[in-house]
């Protein structure tokens, strides 16, 4: 069983930023793609960066330039870094870890509020 743990969520003026960060148990880490997700309040999840076992790296168009992930497996950790953030940026972001035959799991979730 894999236990995820977000970090780092809290309020920002626009413009700010903010880190956040999840910390994997477990020994698949390595093995693994890490995503993060936010879900602002009444709106669908989505999916903000992926970062895959080999370090690809994927960002959704909405953050291009302004959101960076990376991970640490040494201490199996992911991390996304938030700069000029907006008020649109405003939701609960997830950690996710995603695996091939040994099962997904989600974070709790941090909140990350925006303010104008």
């Known amino acids: 069983q894999v236990q995820l743990v977000e970090s780092g969520g809290g309020l920002v003026q626009a413009g700010g930023s903010l880190s956040l960060s999840c910390a994997a148990s477990g020994s698949i880490f390595r093995a693994a793609n890490m995503e993060w997700y936010r879900q602002a309040l009444g709106k669908q999840r989505e999916l903000v960066a992926r970062?895959?076992?080999?370090?690809?790296?994927n960002l959704a168009d909405s953050v291009k330039g302004r959101f960076t992930i990376s991970r640490d497996n040494d201490k199996n950790t992911v991390c996304l870094q938030m700069n000029s953030l907006s008020p649109e940026d405003t939701a609960v972001y997830y950690c996710?870890?995603?695996?091939?035959?040994?099962?997904?799991?989600w974070g709790q979730g941090t909140q990350v509020t925006v303010s104008s």
């Open positions: 970062i895959t076992s080999g370090g690809s790296i």
């Open positions: 996710r870890l995603e695996t091939y035959g040994w099962g997904n799991y």
